[in-house]
């Protein structure tokens, strides 16, 4: 069964530091990824470029056709402005779902 998502070999780097250095994964359907790491490290930046929400400066993004992808993003309303959750879990999740169209007569 092919991913929902593939990530080859994605290089981001900002200035002179790399954050993601040749990254590749595959995200299934129903995966739930969390990530975890130091600050600075690019943990946001990975999630960005498995959204598709950034470009790699270099690899190949790849997403199935009719993908919806869903994430919650590291600060904003849900944590009232903060970067975690008050009991410390982790506030970045990325959640893949595909939707398959089979045809007009079923609506969707």
């Known amino acids: 069964m092919a991913n929902l998502i593939n990530v080859e070999r994605a290089t981001v780097g900002y200035g002179t530091r790399t954050l993601l250095d040749a990254v590749s994964l595959g995200v299934d359907d129903g995966d739930a990824i969390g990530v975890v790491g130091r600050n600075g490290d690019g943990k ?3 999630l960005q470029v498995v959204t598709g929400t950034r470009q790699p400066d270099s690899g ?3 997403h199935t056709s009719g993908l919806s992808v869903g ?6 309303p849900h944590l009232g402005g903060r970067t975690r959750h ?3 879990r982790l506030a970045s999740v990325v ?3 595909a939707r398959l169209r089979c045809g007009p ?3 969707g």
């Open 95 to 97: 959640r893949c779902r």
């Open 71 to 76: 994430y919650l993003r590291q600060a904003g």
């Open 86 to 88: 008050p009991r410390g």
């Open 105 to 107: 007569a079923l609506g």
């Open 60 to 62: 190949r993004v790849t």
């Open 44 to 46: 946001t930046t990975l």
